[in-house]
C-alpha cells in the first residue's frame, strides 16, 4: 500500500503518518525501487490501534508507552491512570462552572475587570461604579491583579482587610472620597502640598495589618517600580507618603 492509501483505510491524513513515523509511533515500512513506501497490513494494524488510543484521549507520548514492549505499563495501567485524570478535569471544571454561574448570576452581573472572586466582585459591589473616576478603575485592576498573582491564604487576608475597610460605618463613602482626591492630583507635582494632605487621608484608611510597623518598602523592586509608574507623579508620591506613614506606624 502506498502512503495514501493506509491512510484511507485507517482514516487519517497521509500527515497524521508522517508526524506518527517521525515520533517513532510507527514503523516505517520498506521502500520499493521507485522510493515510495510500501506499507503492509501490520501498518495498518499499528496505525489503527494509534488512532484508537489517541481518541480515548491518550497523548502521544502514552501511546509510545503502550505500543513500546519495555515500556513498563500495560494499557490498563495506561487508561487507569487517564480516567483519574479526567476525574480531576471534570471536578475542576464543574468549579469553574460554579464560579462562572455565581459571576452570572450576581447582582449587577460580572465586573469590567474580568471574571474575580465573589469576595472581590462583592467588595466593588459595595464601594459600587465611581463613574469618571480614573483612580478608583486602576484600584480595581490592581486588586484584581494582586487576587491573579497572591497565594490563596493572602488573597484571603487582603479581602478580609479590605472588606474590613469598605464595610465600616461610611467606608464605602470615605473610600470614594478618596479616589475623587487622588484623580485630583493627575496634574500636580510631588510637591504640591496637597499630596501631603491626600497621603495623610489615605493613611488614616489604610488597615494597621496591611502595611505593619517596619515593614521594609523597597522601591528599588520591579514590582514597586511598576506600580509608582503607573499614575501620575503627583499621585504616586501621595501612595508613597501614605505607605511610608502607615509603616512607621502612623494613623
Do not use: W
Request: hydrophobic share 45%; net charge negative.
Amino acid at each position: 500500500m502506498r502512503i495514501g492509501e493506509l491512510a484511507a483505510v485507517v482514516g487519517v491524513t497521509t500527515r497524521a503518518v508522517r508526524h506518527y513515523h517521525q515520533l517513532g509511533l510507527l514503523p516505517e515500512p520498506e521502500r520499493l525501487g521507485n522510493g515510495y513506501r510500501d506499507y503492509t497490513l501490520r501498518h495498518a494494524v499499528v496505525l489503527a490501534r494509534v488512532r484508537r488510543l489517541t481518541e480515548l484521549g491518550l497523548g502521544l507520548a502514552e501511546v509510545r508507552d503502550v505500543l513500546a514492549d519495555d515500556a513498563g505499563k500495560d494499557l490498563a495501567e495506561v487508561l487507569t491512570e487517564l480516567d483519574e485524570d479526567l476525574a480531576r478535569q471534570e471536578a475542576a471544571i464543574r468549579e469553574r462552572r460554579a464560579r462562572l454561574r455565581g459571576l452570572l448570576e450576581s447582582e449587577g452581573g460580572p465586573s469590567g475587570e474580568g471574571p474575580v472572586s465573589p469576595e472581590l466582585a462583592a467588595l466593588f459591589r459595595k464601594v459600587g461604579r465611581v463613574d469618571g473616576s480614573a483612580m478608583a478603575a486602576r484600584d480595581r485592576e490592581l486588586l484584581a491583579l494582586i487576587e491573579t498573582s497572591a497565594p490563596p491564604e493572602e488573597r484571603r487576608r487582603l479581602m478580609e482587610l479590605l472588606g474590613g475597610v469598605v464595610g465600616a460605618a461610611g467606608g464605602a463613602e470615605r473610600a470614594v472620597g478618596l479616589y475623587r482626591l487622588l484623580d485630583s492630583l493627575a496634574g500636580v507635582e510631588p510637591d504640591d502640598p496637597r499630596v501631603a494632605e491626600a497621603a495623610r487621608e489615605l493613611a488614616a484608611c489604610v488597615p494597621a495589618e496591611l502595611v505593619s510597623e517596619g515593614t521594609e518598602l523597597d522601591e528599588g523592586g520591579s514590582f514597586l517600580r511598576a506600580f509608582y509608574a503607573d499614575f501620575a507623579p503627583g499621585q504616586a508620591e501621595a501612595i508613597r507618603r501614605a505607605l511610608r506613614i502607615a509603616a512607621e506606624g502612623g494613623p
